[in-house]
Nanobody
Framework: QVQLQESGPGLVKPSQMLSLTCTVSGGSITTTYYAWSWIRQPPGKGLEWMGAIAYDGSTYYSPSLKSRTSISRDTSKNQFSLQLSSVTPEDTAVYYC???????????????WGQGTQVTVSS
C-alpha cells in the first residue's frame, strides 16, 4: 500500500516562496512507470494540476504555473518537493501530492493521494 504525506508551512507571506514536501512510503518514487504530482484546490474551486516528476526524473508543469513552479526529488529519502515562487493570496489552497501512472509519456491514472495540506498566503 503506497502512502503519501504532505508537509510544509501552513502560512506563507505574499511574494515569498511556498515549499512543500511529499514523503512516500510503501513504494519507490523511481518505480517505472509512475510520476509523482502536485495538485491543489483553492477554496470553492476545483482541482488544479500543477506538475509532476516522473520515475526517471523528468518533469511536467502546468503551462499556467510553469514560470513559478519547480518540482524536485530526493531519492535517498523517497521524497519529492514543490516550490512555488512569488505567491499571492490566490495561491491559497489545499495542496495534494499524488501518484499517477505514465503511459506513452502521458499521465493517465491517479491511484494514490496524500490527505492534503492547507496553505494560506497572507501577511
Amino acid at each position: 500500500q503506497v502512502q503519501l504525506q504532505e508537509s510544509g508551512p501552513g502560512l506563507v507571506k505574499p511574494s515569498q516562496m511556498l515549499s512543500l514536501t511529499c514523503t512516500v512510503s510503501g513504494g519507490s518514487i523511481t518505480t517505472t512507470y509512475y510520476a509523482w504530482s502536485w495538485i491543489r484546490q483553492p477554496p470553492g474551486k476545483g482541482l488544479e494540476w500543477m506538475g509532476a516528476i516522473a520515475y526517471d526524473g523528468s518533469t511536467y508543469y502546468s503551462p499556467s504555473l510553469k514560470s513559478r513552479t519547480s518540482i524536485s526529488r530526493d531519492t535517498s529519502k523517497n521524497q519529492f518537493s514543490l516550490q512555488l515562487s512569488s505567491v499571492t493570496p490566490e495561491d491559497t489552497a489545499v495542496y495534494y501530492c499524488a501518484r499517477v501512472e505514465v503511459v506513452a509519456g502521458r499521465l493517465v491514472k491517479y491511484d494514490y493521494w496524500g490527505q492534503g495540506t492547507q496553505v494560506t498566503v497572507s501577511s
